[in-house]
């Protein structure tokens, strides 16, 4: 059966249509990714399916019988706590439970053997409906979805009315998820979440049974929780099947198709009226005539539906340093510590992403990189010719009372009005565009403008403070490109995970506690994460056993065919004697250290990187692509020697830093 049946829809705000006859179906089942470039009228659409929004021709169908839920991005005043408020989503459960209650009360009373048997029917279906709900455990659901989205249980008494623009947006997410609809229609649920939060969603949804609708820039969650993908360009919707990346593919054949037919038909086109033109008069003029009328008839193959994005390019004017960046033990505190005991170096040419929970201090940090703010302690070292460009979120690098053009005048040189427009063009702004006010533009192209700002400023240092807020898919994978094409440095803070495992070549993860290195990009990260729960401890956490950590090295080892710590250098372990087997007439000397002093938690960390490094290398080697370069087999070779004799030396390490760090 089809939920949902939208018909030949069109929307006009002006003289030409947002929505153009766009249709589409939902089936049980259904999670679909709406996707389409900014300015496309997909929040439109999304409110015209909710009745928030009036059509102007075409329809919009549901099946009678089933429940929709809409997330609205403006939450109502409440006086109520955040505990009563997301308990008002399960209302219905509520009432099923106080009506099973009462019918339990008449059949007590009802002495009429017919009418108890009615009321105890009626009783069994009641108590089937709140099983199949799971309603008998109310409070564990709120609590589930409020700490799946972020909240703490110190907030749940917290009036709505105090809570912050994010977290009552998070509220209304709360209520939809709580209310279990048939359909969800959700736009942006993302945003105003953190990556464990937005990661804890898509699990939920992709376990619910309920169909989804729902926009989204996210890559990484468009690709685990949809199975169809709209694509809503010119006013009209093209449907493919399976996720974005499945989208992506599939939008590449159709696009080749339609180039090769439309092209194909312009060059017809071409001919038949060039032969017009040249024969209208003369002896084939009937000819003409004919084909004249021919072409009127024919019809017009749409040009091929491709969307493109701006190039996006940033330019290094000077070249740094070796050395960008160095933080020595750097903390900051407010109300709490934000971060402590921060280290870590920035070189020349690599691209470092800083992610963690919202509220953790990422902002905080990269002002007191800049010297923005002071840190409460430690340094921070700015390397030899290095210039900072900074692109915060709150877009102020643009003044909004300036028009466009002028806004982008860089500190450092004059710049004349053609080449602003042509920089602005870079970034998809032009016409009349540039000589608007920035407040009058829309968050995407108020964006743009801000990278324009950061372009004409030729830094060799970006810093980049969520730079892919307000960004469509297209902008965003442009953005990618030009990052990963940049000959500067970058350090950036993005809660898009695509973004970050496309950009990164390091990360800075904020933790409770402490703040790691992590040598790669979130795919690196996540398999240390999955490593770490396969063992069943933290990286490098209080819980982590050093006996089980020691034996999974010594796995490691012999998988890989390093030598073992204490072997023979075939893999095999000796076996040591028995401590209790050696004479104890004297005082035992104190070991001397072969390594320096290390924590550690500091070597568990750096030897689950380098065994992910390892597992790496080694599936190098069974790529066919690898093994047809010689060259290559060779280098990847010398790498996984290197990782196991460092691996080797590692787990020595390690070992006499667990016997006598005390």
Avoid at 143 to 168: A, C, D, I, N, Y
Avoid at 383 to 401: A, C, M, N, P
Wanted: aromatic share 6%; with cysteine; charged share 30%.
């Amino acid at each position: 059966m089809n939920l949902l049946s939208v018909n030949a829809v069109r929307k006009y705000y002006g003289p030409d249509p947002v929505l153009d006859g766009a249709g589409f179906e939902i089936h049980p089942g259904d999670k679909i990714g709406l996707v389409g470039p900014n300015g496309a009228g997909k929040s439109t659409l999304m409110k015209i399916i909710s009745g928030r929004e009036e059509l102007d021709a075409g329809t919009v169908e549901f099946h009678p019988s089933i429940r929709v839920g809409y997330l609205e991005q403006r939450p109502e005043p409440s006086e109520r706590t955040l505990w009563e408020e997301a308990h008002l989503a399960l209302a219905d459960l509520v009432t099923l439970q106080n009506e099973a209650l009462a019918v339990a009360e008449q059949m007590a009373e009802e002495k009429d053997p017919a009418q108890h048997e009615k009321l105890a029917a009626r009783y069994d279906h009641l108590q089937q409906e709140l099983l199949r709900t799971d309603a008998f455990n109310l409070d564990y659901k709120v609590e589930r979805v409020l700490q799946g989205l972020g909240f703490l249980e110190k907030q749940h008494q917290t009036p709505v009315s105090s809570l912050s623009g994010g977290e009552q947006n998070r509220l209304m997410l709360a209520k939809l998820l709580l209310a279990e609809p048939d359909l969800m229609l959700l736009d942006e649920p993302s945003n105003h979440l953190d990556l464990d939060a937005t990661e804890w969603l898509e699990e939920f949804l992709m376990e619910s049974n309920a169909a989804v609708l729902v926009i989204s820039h996210d890559r990484f969650f468009l690709d685990r929780v949809t199975n169809r993908t709209l694509e809503l360009f010119a006013g009209t919707i093209d449907s493919y099947a399976g996720n974005f990346t499945a989208y992506l593919r599939q939008k590449e054949e159709r696009l080749l198709v339609q180039k090769r037919t439309y092209e194909k038909q312009q060059e017809e086109i071409a001919k038949a009226e060039e032969f017009i033109r040249r024969n209208h008069y003369g002896m084939k003029a009937g000819q003409a005539e004919d084909r004249r009328k021919k072409l009127e008839r024919i019809e017009r193959i749409d040009p091929p539906r491709e969307i493109t994005a701006p190039p996006m390019g940033m330019k290094a004017k000077d070249r740094s340093g070796d050395i960008v960046l160095r933080a020595k033990d750097l903390k900051k505190a407010f109300d709490r510590v934000l971060f402590e005991k921060v280290n870590f170096q920035i070189e020349r040419g690599q691209r470092w992403g800083l992610i963690g929970p919202n509220g953790c201090g990422k902002t905080t940090m990269l002002r007191c990189l800049q010297g923005i703010m002071e840190p409460d302690q430690g340094s921070v070292q700015i390397g030899t010719g290095v210039k900072i460009g900074y692109f915060d979120q709150q877009l102020q690098s643009v003044e909004g009372t300036s028009m466009v053009v002028d806004s982008i005048r860089p500190s450092h040189k004059e710049m004349d009005e053609p080449a602003r427009r042509s920089l602005l063009a870079r970034f998809g702004i032009t016409g009349d565009q540039v000589f608007q006010k920035v407040d009058s533009l829309s968050g995407g192209e108020r964006c743009r403008a801000a990278m324009a700002r950061l372009a004409s400023e030729e830094a060799n240092f970006l810093i980049l403070d969520e730079p892919t807020n307000h960004l469509d898919l297209w902008a965003r994978e442009a953005l990618e490109k030009n990052m990963a094409d940049f000959e500067g440095t970058v350090l950036f803070v993005s809660h898009d995970r695509y973004f970050i495992n496309q950009v990164a070549t390091h990360l800075l993860v904020v933790e409770p506690g402490r703040v790691r290195v992590i040598p790669g990009n979130y795919e690196v990260w996540q398999r240390m994460q999955k490593d770490a729960e396969k063992q069943g401890m933290q990286i490098g956490g209080k819980n982590a056993r050093k006996d089980d950590l020691w034996k999974h090295g010594l796995q490691k080892q012999k998988k890989a065919g390093a030598q073992t710590p204490s072997g023979d250098g075939k893999g095999g372990k000796k076996e040591k004697e028995p401590a209790a087997s050696k004479p104890q007439s004297s005082p035992k000397p104190a070991k001397k250290r072969k390594y320096p002093y290390r924590k550690v938690v500091d070597i568990e960390d750096e030897i689950f990187i380098r065994e992910t490094r390892l597992e790496e290398l080694q599936k190098d080697l069974m790529d066919p692509k690898v093994l047809r370069d010689g060259e290559r087999v060779k280098a990847t070779q010398k790498e996984i020697e290197e990782e196991q004799e460092a691996l080797k030396k590692l787990y020595e390490h390690w070992e006499e830093a667990s016997e006598l760090n005390w």
